[in-house]
């Protein structure tokens, strides 16, 4: 086991629903013994791997998922073969476990793995993959910041925005933001999330526009119109130039904050020397190229590019391999905090803590903590965190109408944004008497739209986008909490897209693509009389497709009392994966279903045994004996975009520390986890506060 | 080459005297070899939103050359002698925002795959130039009809993406390392800079850090490569020292920036075809500035919407428009150009997809040609056809003039005749009589249909009856809509209706039946 390494995930950081009872107390200097197998960097793995996995692998599974003539669900085993690929592909071993455990696999047609072999993965896997991972946090990796992080970076840094000089008119979109309007967007990284921008390179064209955008930054910036500005760096400038005191100060100003940290002396006297000798017109030219210069270059651009770590422990690794970790230093930290908090760099305060060294004071992280999620920046928590986590810009395709579009997109933005930083209950989430509305989604809210202040358009305005009011649900039993938000349910079309975004965002769980030759779901043939969930229950019976749809359909199903449009239709015209009739919208829906008379039915089982019978029920079941895999599955969703990574197996015992602090073990007499607690143990946590230092240049 | 300009003046000027402008030899120099050829033809578009209100555009009566512009041309009259006014264009009754709007420049809004006319001209003009063409506009994306946001179409038929910012423009075509030798070198000091701290970083690096820099290290060299080619090549400008436009207060100073730049731009020959669209043709803008505190579009339907609060806010935006189009001309006449000016040598299309705005009626809509193009336009001119014109012919006879010869376009087989001096006498309208037939609480009326121009009578129409006062038509919204009387403005018709007597004169309450004495019905499917 590690060597000489005290970690902060003890007692229950194993917490896996599965095998609580085998749990084990971890304390990792017990292991001592153990030592010639090392967490996650043992040869031992694979040979534990050879000798009790692979053989039930080949017996049970190669004939589907190896290298058979058609690998079913992209799983192919036969491909996992050393330590690395066994240790990367965490994720699928626990899925296996869950179908072998459920009996959803093998396929009902083949034989079945007996009670002896399910035993022997289970220790296998509990052994392999639970109890002798270390948490360990990743190395220091430079990453470029995102599109988002470096307009708000830009804009901390000079005091105004880079806009779009141009008038605004209702219902067309603009693109304001220059830097958002002329940077490439920015594909989601491994994570899912756009900060992670590890899979998305400099190009040449993306340094092309930062250098057209730092033209335009520095034109302002040094403009006589913008001399107000300026002059609060550099004090009142009289006549037309910079004195080179000024043109000094600015520069030492920049470089200091451009970097995100204290430059070291040699940087800041080359950077200082351009401008020697230099004035008026001539100095100032000097001026602005040096600081062109330092706002393209890679400590700006890149983040934790000068960081080091402190504080060092060595751990033993393989034969002959040692790697270290160690507490990332001040600036370093106070960079992390600022971008997963408001993706954003420090504020002059959190720099100053940096400074001084305080911020690794544990009184002072908690305060700078509480006060950066009270600050309105605190709002990035949703605008990017949450957007990106639930697909929320999906939203705006669902109406043509900026305004309409804009307002069931910004309702559940607006409701994850007090969720985050008013600090409610993790699993208010999908259970909450609180929304967000205007009156374009009043219409949703029949029973208490009444206490909306009112709302009258001016005289000649045809239709505007409108903020927000809170409002308290008092008269709307069918809606509360994200699922039920009618943006959402739209931007989902049918069950099975519903489902699977439910399984895939709130639960947690990965799926694969569905093999290509499934087809469509037959109408219904004369003489019969089958709802649309009859017709697709028949569609995909067989047992490759109720792998994955048996835990999609009973969510996707349950949500079938809302329309296509969101509106709430327990009785009504359902009918979800409808074909859209052409050339005439207003044809009734799905013509070949004559079924429409009957009740839709919204109940369901999920594949753990719950029964339900409407999204109330399945709600109640999703807040009390589903819970912890809902708030694990919130837990590494935070933690991933708080570390703008994909989350690793060394991250595990972390997300399982942080869950069962957060459910308190499903105590509801204990006051229940809110998000300021998730926030506080992420920002605690060891992958956030550390980094394991980086390899040794190799030439 | 110091041609610095005071920007104030630069920008502020159209209400005074021409510009002074030195005379840059750059067009001799482009035309080298090429000299028999004289100068380039530009081709330039300016698209007015939501449509015209009719009685204050119109021009009723006159002849080809002795005519009396409306008044919501005066802000462009004195232009009278570059103008060529074209009227009875379009031939759609009814149509829809974005339809009207694809067929401003594509002839038909069904001819979908195929470029806007812009576009083929500037595939046969714009070569060797900066920008083959540019695509401007003022707001933003309208998504609710997406086509009322566009006007250019490129060879699939897929919309051009248009750009509205004018210091984004200003800076693409003026401030380019690519033109701009003073930015080259400027970005050549960068590149150096930058690679002395990332080579000075890497030094001390650990494996991760050194691979970022490794790959930062080569994007500064394949740029610093990039420089290198385009100095050995580079067809630059000595613009360096124009001013940029400032962020703009308020709309009109947005559009003259943008007026400056696209005149500036087509002299300098960095692009030879620009299309520019003053509001998505639906625009919901706001003119504060003017005073005015409704939408656009709101206003623009006045019928609906009439009080004569409305309508005199919708003249305001309206005159503002033609005070554009007069901003651009005077600065095209005010760049030297060879042996004349700008405008001498260019081809402006000004005009809307739709002529009445509150009926969307797509018929006598706005289009008025301006400048010479060299030769290939005679103006000084009021065209009036008899019968309602397809855009399609008049883009067919664009393409002709510049030599990109189409056989047809948008369903149009001919060329529409009369804009230089080919005959067109067959199209002109033919003598007509007018009278008036009463009868049993009916009366029958043949004259020129149009609205009243008195603006307190928006609902209003009259017809024309030589030699007698016109009679008055005061109908409800059903009849005026079903009967698309917007749509036979400006054209003979022969009226019935009920009649009663209003201060001694006939009134008509009711239309029982309308033809039309040359033209066509109009179409009854949407357009």
Same mark, same amino acid.
């Given at each position: 086991?590690?060597?000489?390494?005290?970690?902060?995930?003890?007692?229950?950081?194993?917490?896996?629903?599965?095998?609580?009872?085998?749990?084990?107390?971890?304390?990792?200097?017990?292991?001592?013994?153990?030592?010639?197998?090392?967490?996650?960097?043992?040869?031992?793995?694979?040979?534990?791997?050879?000798?009790?996995?692979?053989?039930?692998?080949?017996?049970?599974?190669?004939?589907?998922?190896?290298?058979?003539?058609?690998?079913?669900?992209?799983?192919?085993?036969?491909?996992?073969?050393?330590?690395?690929?066994?240790?990367?592909?965490?994720?699928?071993?626990?899925?296996?476990?869950?179908?072998?455990?459920?009996?959803?696999?093998?396929?009902?047609?083949?034989?079945?793995?007996?009670?002896?072999?399910?035993?022997?993965?289970?220790? #296998?896997?509990?052994?392999?993959?639970?109890?002798?991972?270390?948490?360990?946090?990743?190395?220091?990796?430079?990453?470029?910041?995102?599109?988002?992080?470096?307009?708000?970076?830009?804009?901390?840094?000079?005091?105004?925005?880079?806009?779009?000089?141009?008038?605004?008119?209702?219902?067309?979109?603009?693109?304001?933001?220059?830097?958002? &309007?002329?940077?490439?967007?920015?594909?989601?990284?491994?994570?899912?999330?756009?900060?992670?921008?590890?899979?998305?390179?400099?190009?040449?064209?993306? #340094?092309?526009?930062?250098?057209?955008?730092?033209?335009?930054?520095?034109?302002?910036?040094?403009?006589?119109?913008?001399?107000?500005?300026?002059?609060?760096?550099?004090?009142?400038?009289?006549?037309?130039?910079?004195?080179?005191?000024?043109?000094?100060?600015?520069?030492?100003?920049?470089?200091?904050?451009?970097? /995100?940290?204290?430059?070291?002396?040699?940087?800041?006297?080359?950077?200082?020397?351009?401008?020697?000798?230099?004035?008026?017109?001539?100095?100032?030219?000097?001026?602005?190229?040096?600081? &062109?210069?330092?706002?393209?270059?890679?400590?700006? =651009?890149?983040?934790?590019?000068?960081?080091?770590?402190?504080?060092?422990?060595?751990?033993?690794?393989?034969?002959?391999?040692?790697?270290?970790?160690?507490?990332?230093?001040?600036?370093?930290?106070?960079?992390?905090?600022?971008?997963?908090?408001?993706?954003?760099?420090?504020?002059?305060?959190?720099?100053?803590?940096?400074?001084?060294?305080?911020?690794?004071?544990?009184?002072?992280?908690?305060?700078?903590?509480?006060?950066?999620?009270?600050?309105?920046?605190?709002?990035?928590?949703?605008?990017?965190?949450?957007?990106?986590?639930?697909?929320?810009?999906?939203?705006?395709?669902?109406?043509?109408?900026?305004?309409?579009?804009?307002?069931?997109?910004?309702?559940?933005?607006?409701?994850?944004?007090?969720?985050?930083?008013?600090?409610?209950?993790?699993?208010?989430?999908?259970?909450?008497?609180?929304?967000?509305?205007?009156?374009?989604?009043?219409?949703?809210?029949?029973?208490?739209?009444?206490?909306?202040?009112?709302?009258?358009?001016?005289?000649?305005?045809?239709?505007?986008?409108?903020?927000?009011?809170?409002?308290?649900?008092?008269?709307?039993?069918?809606?509360?909490?994200?699922?039920?938000?009618?943006?959402?349910?739209?931007?989902?079309?049918?069950?099975?897209?519903?489902?699977?975004?439910?399984?895939?965002?709130?639960?947690?769980?990965?799926?694969?693509?569905?093999?290509?030759?499934?087809?469509?779901?037959?109408?219904?043939?004369?003489?019969?009389?089958?709802?649309?969930?009859? /017709?697709?229950?028949?569609?995909?019976?067989?047992?490759?497709?109720?792998?994955?749809?048996?835990? =999609?359909?009973?969510?996707?199903?349950?949500?079938?009392?809302?329309?296509?449009?969101?509106?709430?239709?327990?009785?009504?015209?359902?009918?979800?994966?409808?074909?859209?009739?052409?050339?005439?919208?207003?044809?009734?829906?799905?013509?070949?279903?004559?079924?429409?008379?009957?009740?839709?039915?919204?109940?369901?089982?999920?594949?753990?045994?719950?029964?339900?019978?409407?999204?109330?029920?399945?709600?109640?079941?999703?807040?009390?004996?589903?819970?912890?895999?809902?708030?694990?599955?919130?837990? &590494? /969703?935070?933690?991933?975009?708080?570390?703008?990574?994909?989350?690793?197996?060394?991250?595990?015992?972390?997300?399982?520390? =942080?869950?069962?602090?957060?459910?308190?073990?499903?105590?509801?007499?204990?006051?229940?986890?809110?998000?300021?607690?998730?926030?506080?143990?992420?920002?605690?946590?060891?992958?956030?506060?550390?980094?394991?230092?980086?390899?040794?240049?190799?030439? | 080459?110091?041609?610095?300009?005071?920007?104030?003046?630069?920008?502020?000027?159209?209400?005074?005297?021409?510009?002074?402008?030195?005379?840059?030899?750059?067009?001799?120099?482009?035309?080298?070899?090429?000299?028999?050829?004289?100068?380039?033809?530009?081709?330039?578009?300016?698209?007015?939103?939501?449509?015209?209100?009719?009685?204050?555009?119109?021009?009723?009566?006159?002849?080809?050359?002795?005519?009396?512009?409306?008044?919501?041309?005066?802000?462009?009259?004195?232009?009278?002698?570059?103008?060529?006014?074209?009227?009875?264009?379009?031939?759609?009754?009814?149509?829809?925002?974005?339809?009207?709007?694809?067929?401003?420049?594509?002839?038909?809004?069904?001819?979908?795959?195929?470029?806007?006319?812009?576009?083929?001209?500037?595939?046969?003009?714009?070569?060797?130039?900066? !920008?083959?063409?540019?695509?401007?506009?003022?707001?933003?994306?309208?998504?609710?009809?997406?086509?009322?946001?566009?006007?250019?179409?490129?060879?699939?038929?897929?919309?051009?993406?248009?750009?509205?910012?004018?210091?984004?423009?200003?800076?693409?075509?003026?401030?380019?390392?690519?033109?701009?030798?003073?930015?080259?070198?400027?970005?050549?000091?960068?590149?150096?800079?930058?690679?002395?701290?990332?080579?000075?970083?890497?030094?001390?690096?650990?494996?991760?850090?050194?691979?970022?820099?490794?790959?930062?290290?080569?994007?500064?060299?394949?740029?610093?490569?990039?420089?290198?080619?385009?100095?050995?090549?580079?067809?630059?400008?000595?613009?360096?020292?124009?001013?940029?436009?400032?962020?703009?207060?308020?709309?009109?100073?947005?559009?003259?920036?943008?007026?400056?730049?696209?005149?500036?731009?087509?002299?300098?020959?960095?692009?030879?075809?620009?299309? !520019?669209?003053?509001?998505?043709?639906?625009?919901?803008?706001?003119?504060?500035?003017?005073?005015?505190?409704?939408?656009?579009?709101?206003?623009?339907?006045?019928?609906?919407?009439?009080?004569?609060?409305?309508?005199?806010?919708?003249?305001?935006?309206?005159?503002?428009?033609?005070?554009?189009?007069?901003?651009?001309?005077?600065?095209?006449?005010?760049?030297?150009?060879?042996?004349?000016?700008?405008?001498?040598?260019?081809?402006?299309?000004?005009?809307?997809?739709?002529?009445?705005?509150?009926?969307?009626?797509?018929?006598?809509?706005?289009?008025?040609?301006?400048?010479?193009?060299?030769?290939?336009?005679?103006?000084?001119?009021?065209?009036?056809?008899?019968?309602?014109?397809?855009?399609?012919?008049?883009?067919?006879?664009?393409?002709?003039?510049?030599?990109?010869?189409?056989?047809?376009?948008?369903?149009?087989?001919?060329?529409?005749?009369?804009?230089?001096?080919?005959?067109?006498?067959?199209?002109?309208?033919?003598?007509?009589?007018?009278?008036?037939?009463?009868?049993?609480?009916?009366?029958?009326?043949?004259?020129?249909?149009?609205?009243?121009?008195?603006?307190?009578?928006?609902?209003?129409?009259?017809?024309?009856?030589?030699?007698?006062?016109?009679?008055?038509?005061?109908?409800?919204?059903?009849?005026?809509?079903?009967?698309?009387?917007?749509?036979?403005?400006?054209?003979?018709?022969?009226?019935?209706?009920?009649?009663?007597?209003?201060?001694?004169?006939?009134?008509?309450?009711?239309?029982?039946?309308?033809?039309?004495?040359?033209?066509?019905?109009?179409?009854?499917?949407?357009?």
């Amino acid at each position: 086991m590690v060597l000489g390494v005290r970690l902060p995930i003890s007692e229950s950081f194993a917490g896996n629903a599965h095998d609580k009872d085998n749990t084990q107390n971890k304390d990792n200097t017990q292991d001592e013994t153990d030592s010639d197998t090392p967490a996650g960097f043992s040869n031992a793995v694979t040979k534990s791997y050879q000798t009790s996995v692979q053989p039930l692998l080949k017996k049970h599974c190669f004939q589907c998922h190896g290298d058979g003539d058609e690998v079913h669900g992209e799983v192919n085993f036969q491909k996992i073969e050393t330590e690395q690929q066994i240790k990367v592909a965490f994720e699928l071993w626990s899925d296996v476990l869950e179908v072998i455990d459920s009996g959803t696999m093998p396929p009902e047609t083949e034989p079945r793995l007996t009670s002896t072999e399910i035993a022997l993965y289970k220790a #296998w896997y509990q052994r392999e993959l639970v109890d002798t991972i270390q948490s360990l946090p990743d190395v220091l990796r430079p990453r470029r910041l995102s599109a988002h992080e470096y307009r708000q970076t830009l804009r901390t840094l000079l005091g105004f925005e880079l806009e779009v000089s141009i008038v605004e008119a209702e219902q067309t979109i603009v693109e304001k933001s220059l830097v958002m &309007k002329l940077l490439p967007v920015d594909p989601p990284g491994p994570s899912g999330f756009k900060n992670d921008t590890s899979a998305n390179p400099l190009t040449t064209n993306v #340094w092309e526009q930062y250098s057209f955008l730092i033209d335009d930054a520095l034109a302002q910036w040094l403009s006589i119109e913008g001399r107000e500005n300026l002059e609060r760096i550099t004090g009142p400038v009289v006549g037309e130039h910079l004195t080179s005191t000024q043109c000094e100060k600015l520069l030492k100003w920049t470089l200091r904050r451009a970097y /995100r940290r204290p430059p070291a002396a040699e940087t800041m006297a080359t950077s200082l020397a351009v401008l020697d000798g230099k004035r008026g017109a001539e100095l100032e030219s000097a001026l602005r190229i040096e600081l &062109k210069s330092v706002l393209m270059s890679p400590p700006f =651009i890149y983040r934790s590019l000068l960081a080091t770590v402190d504080d060092i422990e060595i751990v033993s690794g393989q034969v002959g391999s040692t790697f270290s970790y160690g507490r990332v230093d001040d600036h370093e930290l106070a960079e992390r905090l600022s971008y997963f908090l408001w993706g954003d760099m420090p504020d002059d305060r959190l720099m100053r803590l940096a400074d001084e060294g305080k911020l690794r004071d544990p009184d002072v992280y908690a305060s700078e903590t509480a006060r950066m999620l009270a600050d309105p920046k605190s709002q990035n928590l949703a605008n990017n965190f949450g957007v990106e986590w639930f697909s929320l810009n999906e939203i705006s395709k669902v109406s043509n109408n900026p305004p309409v579009s804009h307002a069931l997109r910004q309702q559940p933005i607006d409701f994850l944004n007090y969720l985050f930083t008013e600090g409610r209950p993790l699993l208010e989430l999908l259970d909450s008497k609180v929304t967000f509305v205007n009156p374009h989604t009043a219409k949703f809210y029949p029973g208490d739209r009444k206490r909306m202040a009112a709302y009258r358009k001016q005289r000649g305005i045809e239709v505007e986008a409108v903020p927000n009011q809170r409002l308290e649900l008092i008269s709307t039993p069918e809606r509360g909490g994200l699922l039920t938000m009618p943006g959402v349910l739209a931007m989902n079309k049918g069950p099975v897209m519903r489902g699977t975004w439910m399984l895939e965002r709130v639960m947690g769980e990965h799926l694969p693509d569905p093999p290509a030759n499934v087809g469509q779901v037959k109408p219904n043939q004369p003489g019969e009389n089958l709802t649309f969930r009859e /017709r697709f229950e028949l569609h995909r019976s067989n047992s490759t497709c109720a792998v994955c749809h048996n835990k =999609i359909d009973p969510l996707g199903f349950a949500m079938q009392a809302y329309d296509a449009g969101g509106n709430y239709r327990p009785s009504g015209v359902v009918n979800g994966n409808k074909r859209k009739p052409k050339n005439n919208k207003k044809q009734p829906q799905d013509t070949n279903n004559s079924a429409t008379a009957k009740t839709v039915d919204t109940s369901g089982r999920l594949p753990s045994g719950e029964i339900f019978d409407d999204y109330a029920g399945l709600q109640e079941i999703l807040v009390k004996s589903q819970r912890h895999t809902v708030i694990e599955n919130i837990v &590494k /969703r935070t933690l991933s975009y708080a570390l703008a990574r994909e989350l690793t197996i060394h991250d595990m015992p972390t997300v399982a520390d =942080i869950s069962s602090k957060l459910d308190r073990d499903g105590n509801l007499a204990v006051q229940e986890g809110t998000y300021h607690d998730l926030i506080r143990l992420v920002v605690n946590s060891l992958p956030f506060t550390h980094a394991q230092t980086q390899s040794p240049k190799h030439d | 080459m110091p041609w610095q300009l005071d920007r104030r003046r630069f920008l502020r000027s159209a209400m005074g005297p021409l510009l002074p402008l030195p005379f840059l030899n750059l067009m001799e120099r482009k035309a080298s070899g090429a000299a028999a050829d004289g100068p380039p033809i530009r081709f330039m578009t300016l698209f007015k939103p939501n449509g015209v209100h009719p009685p204050s555009w119109s021009i009723n009566g006159g002849t080809e050359f002795d005519f009396r512009m409306s008044p919501l041309m005066q802000p462009f009259a004195k232009h009278k002698q570059d103008l060529l006014i074209l009227d009875n264009m379009g031939d759609f009754g009814f149509s829809s925002h974005a339809n009207s709007t694809r067929r401003f420049l594509s002839g038909h809004h069904r001819n979908t795959k195929s470029a806007s006319v812009d576009q083929l001209i500037a595939d046969r003009i714009g070569k060797g130039t900066s !920008y083959r063409s540019l695509e401007l506009t003022t707001e933003g994306l309208f998504p609710n009809q997406i086509g009322c946001s566009y006007i250019s179409y490129d060879s699939n038929g897929d919309p051009i993406p248009r750009e509205s910012d004018p210091q984004l423009i200003f800076d693409r075509i003026f401030r380019s390392p690519m033109r701009n030798p003073s930015k080259r070198r400027e970005m050549k000091s960068v590149l150096d800079r930058v690679s002395e701290d990332a080579k000075s970083l890497s030094r001390t690096a650990g494996a991760e850090d050194r691979q970022t820099l490794d790959q930062y290290l080569s994007v500064v060299r394949s740029t610093e490569k990039r420089l290198e080619s385009i100095a050995a090549t580079s067809n630059d400008i000595p613009k360096a020292t124009m001013e940029r436009p400032l962020a703009p207060a308020n709309l009109n100073e947005q559009v003259e920036s943008m007026l400056d730049l696209i005149s500036l731009a087509l002299w300098t020959d960095s692009t030879r075809c620009v299309t !520019y669209m003053l509001g998505n043709s639906n625009s919901r803008m706001i003119f504060d500035f003017l005073g005015v505190k409704e939408q656009h579009h709101y206003l623009s339907h006045f019928f609906r919407n009439f009080s004569r609060q409305n309508l005199d806010a919708l003249l305001k935006i309206s005159l503002w428009h033609m005070e554009k189009f007069d901003y651009l001309l005077t600065r095209m006449k005010s760049y030297r150009d060879h042996e004349g000016s700008l405008l001498d040598h260019s081809v402006v299309l000004y005009g809307s997809g739709m002529g009445h705005s509150d009926n969307h009626t797509a018929t006598r809509i706005p289009i008025i040609l301006a400048g010479q193009g060299g030769g290939l336009l005679k103006t000084g001119r009021y065209v009036r056809y008899a019968e309602n014109q397809q855009l399609g012919r008049l883009h067919l006879a664009l393409l002709k003039m510049f030599d990109a010869d189409h056989d047809s376009f948008a369903y149009s087989t001919s060329p529409l005749p009369g804009l230089n001096d080919s005959d067109f006498t067959p199209y002109r309208e033919q003598p007509f009589q007018s009278w008036v037939k009463t009868g049993d609480g009916t009366i029958t009326v043949q004259g020129r249909l149009r609205l009243s121009d008195n603006l307190d009578e928006a609902r209003i129409f009259l017809i024309d009856v030589q030699g007698q006062p016109p009679i008055r038509i005061d109908v409800a919204f059903r009849d005026f809509h079903d009967f698309n009387l917007a749509y036979h403005c400006g054209t003979p018709v022969k009226i019935t209706g009920s009649v009663t007597e209003k201060n001694g004169q006939p009134v008509i309450t009711k239309v029982q039946k309308l033809d039309s004495l040359f033209g066509k019905k109009p179409g009854s499917a949407n357009g």
